[in-house]
Every structure is written in structure tokens, then in C-alpha cells.
């Protein structure tokens, strides 16, 4: 998924981005309100992570903004406030979800999986096709009962590409969704990552190249 950490605290919000990035999503940092609302603007994301207390623009008022402006990403927002009235001012603004500081990274990532399954079309917890057995929460792959060792990048890819159901994904999409805003749009990160999952997915080939499109596994 491609995911905004939100959060004003640098070393919180790179230790999030780096954790969540383990768990194989596109992370972008913003470290205040301006810099989080400038990407919502850009690019079109999953789950943004959403400190309640940001310098320059308030979280409130950037939830508040996404939501009247019909952003499709859902809000997971943070604060070190705990107390009942205060999570409910969160909600009624139009967060999905919130998590009061400090928290587990493993609970937070959890959240995040959670939230993103809903941020689109609802799809099976475990991802099947030719063959083909990929486990989002357990980031395990498996072809033919034959275990896929994936790295990040190419566990992201197809991921995507199950999630298609036989559909051609563009590879403006792949590279949106697997990788983050730092990443040469004109790079051939894709076209690579999908030659590697090829070679790793074996024989029969499955992942078939939709010219002038992207890819698909028919």
C-alpha cells in the first residue's frame, strides 16, 4: 500500500516509516500539517497516519479538509491525549481509527493492514491465482505448495497484480503503490522487479506483459 506518516516527532515518525516499510508498503514522511497536506494533493494514498498535534496545520483541520474533500485514504490518527472525550472528538471529525501514544509498532502496522483493506474493494483475506498462494499478513508466497521467498519490492508488485484478478495493472500504478515519492518515475524499477518475480515464480510463466499497459496474471 502506499502510506503518509504524518507526525511532527522526526524520530517517531522515521522509526513508523522505516517499520512499515519492513512490511513491505511505500511510506512518504511529512513532519508537519503544510508538508502532509502538499502530498494529499499529489499523490492518492491508502492510510495516512495522522498526528493529532502538527505545527503549521493543525490534524484536526487536515481531517477535517480530507474528509470534505472526499479523499479516498483512510485516517489512522495519533495523540498522546488518552482520554475518552478526546477520541471521540478524533472519530466524529472523520478519522477511521485512533491510536493513543504510546503505542506498539506491531500494533500500529496491524491498524494500517486493517484500514487498507477497507480503503478499497473488499478482497479476500488470502490472494489466490495460477497457482499462486500470497498471505498479506504473513507476507508468505506460495506457488504449488512451494514456498516463493519475495523481497519487499516484489512481494508489493504482485501483491498488486493478485489483487487485479486477472485485470492489466498500469505501471504507473506498481510503481505508486510500491514505491515512495523519492522514486525517478521514469526508472525501470518496475520492468526489473517484475523480471525478478518471474525468474522466482518459475515455470509456467503467469505474469504476461499488456503492451503499451503494464502487466496481469491471467
Not at 52 to 69: K, N, Q
Not at 163 to 182: F, I, N, Q, S
Not at 186 to 199: E, N, S
Request: aromatic share 6%.
Amino acid at each position: 500500500m502506499r502510506l503518509l506518516v504524518a507526525e511532527d516527532e522526526r524520530q517517531l515518525a522515521d522509526a513508523i516509516a522505516e517499520w512499515l516499510r519492513q512490511e513491505t508498503h511505500a511510506v512518504d514522511v511529512a513532519y508537519d500539517g503544510a508538508a502532509a497536506l502538499e502530498r494529499t494533493d499529489v499523490n492518492d494514498y491508502d492510510v495516512i497516519i495522522l498526528d493529532r498535534d502538527l505545527p503549521l496545520v493543525h490534524g484536526d483541520e487536515i481531517c477535517t479538509r480530507l474528509v470534505a474533500s472526499g479523499h479516498q485514504a483512510r485516517l489512522l490518527m495519533l495523540t498522546a491525549a488518552g482520554e475518552v472525550t478526546d477520541r471521540v472528538t478524533g472519530l466524529s471529525l472523520g478519522a477511521d481509527d485512533y491510536l493513543t501514544k504510546p503505542f506498539a509498532l506491531p500494533e500500529l502496522a496491524a491498524r494500517v493492514l486493517a484500514l487498507g483493506r477497507r480503503s478499497r474493494p473488499a478482497a479476500p483475506p488470502v490472494l489466490r491465482r495460477r497457482g499462486i498462494t500470497l498471505d498479506p499478513a504473513r507476507r508468505e508466497v506460495f506457488r504449488d505448495n512451494r514456498y516463493i521467498p519475495l523481497a519487499k519490492k516484489e512481494f508489493a508488485v504482485l501483491t498488486e497484480l493478485l489483487r487485479a484478478d486477472g485485470a492489466a495493472v498500469p505501471t504507473e500504478h506498481l510503481l505508486e503503490k510500491a514505491w515512495d515519492e523519492h522514486t525517478d518515475p521514469f526508472t525501470g524499477a518496475v520492468r526489473l522487479t517484475v523480471l525478478k518475480l518471474r525468474r522466482k515464480l518459475g515455470d509456467p510463466p503467469v505474469i504476461e506483459t499488456v503492451t503499451g499497459v503494464g502487466y496481469r496474471i491471467s
